[in-house]
């Protein structure tokens, strides 16, 4: 059997009820496993897993976007992460039997029927992108929610499907077909943004620093902490060890200690090479943060 993943960001993550009425599509649909789903007050998000035969998987990621697009509002939506719309990103990820192109086929058919039945714009991203300059998803996410009219309106960051026209309720939703990532987030015994913000700009990839590596830093204001939250794209080039070791050291640079870390999502057993949860200051992981662990729940 072919399974695929699925982890859909919806941009709620103060109202429970809410949260739980999505968290209800995804329990009561057939044929996929609700693997696992978090939500953040200060990120003002929350993020499922679930998983299953490509087929199941696309039906039931509509049917939970469907109930997202009329609980939210974007108009009154404020948060800590990058957004540009209530049913934010959903990547699709082959797991056990699935290649990445069951995926890709996945992801697009999903975003055409979105776009048809909801009429929101798409992007597609990551494997599934069909313009270069929207492989990255933070390219695509640039210039956010509020940025969208003027987005929308210029050639070249057009969205792949639907009106340039924006529904400011909904705003534009972003459809993805990529590897394994693993969401990991360090708190600092902190509440100094810019030294997390320092951090993470010099963590990341694309200013020289660790491979495979996206973070931002922000500000956990109901917690009066900062975070670097980090996005391990490959966790076979940096793994979780990797990464702490190297935000530990720079926050003691500066004066700084590691309060905790936590794992949004699920993560491969791999990516805990050479480390403990303990080490890692773990906040939220047993065995079924593990990729591996879901799978055998679902194929028995």
Not at 17 to 24: L, P, S
Not at 154 to 174: E, F
Not at 241 to 251: E, I, N, P, S, W
């Amino acid at each position: 059997m072919k399974i695929i993943e699925c982890v859909p960001n919806f941009s709620e993550g103060k109202d429970k009820a809410k949260i739980e009425q999505i968290a209800h599509i995804f329990a009561a649909h057939p044929d996929v496993h609700l693997a696992d789903y978090s939500n953040d007050p200060d990120h003002n998000r929350s993020v499922f897993t679930f998983l299953g035969p490509p087929a199941a998987v696309r039906d039931a990621a509509l049917a939970a976007a469907g109930k997202a697009l009329e609980l939210i509002d974007m108009r009154e939506q404020e948060g800590a992460h990058p957004r540009l719309g209530a049913v934010d990103v959903v990547p699709f990820i082959p797991l056990a039997g699935a290649e990445m192109e069951d995926a890709v086929n996945t992801a697009h058919k999903f975003g055409w029927l979105f776009y048809e039945r909801f009429h929101v714009p798409v992007y597609f991203y990551g494997v599934a992108a069909l313009k270069p300059n929207c492989i990255e998803l933070p390219d695509v996410r640039r210039g956010g929610y509020e940025g969208l009219t003027e987005k929308t309106s210029c050639v070249d960051t057009s969205p792949d499907i639907g009106a340039t026209k924006i529904n400011k309720r909904a705003g534009a939703t972003i459809v993805g077909a990529r590897d394994i990532l693993v969401a990991y987030n360090i708190n600092l015994a902190s509440n100094d943004l810019p030294l997390a913000q320092k951090i993470a700009a010099q963590i990341r990839k694309k200013n020289g620093g660790l491979k495979s590596v996206r973070a931002i830093g922000v500000q956990l204001a109901s917690r009066n902490l900062a975070q670097v939250s980090i996005n391990l794209t490959d966790y076979r080039k940096t793994t979780l060890k990797d990464v702490y070791d190297k935000v530990k050291k720079l926050a003691a640079e500066n004066g700084a200690a590691i309060l905790e870390s936590e794992l949004i999502g699920l993560a491969p057993e791999y990516a805990f090479a050479g480390v403990t949860p303990q080490y890692l200051k773990l906040n939220n992981f047993d065995e079924n943060r593990l990729i591996e662990t879901q799978i055998k729940k679902f194929t028995g």
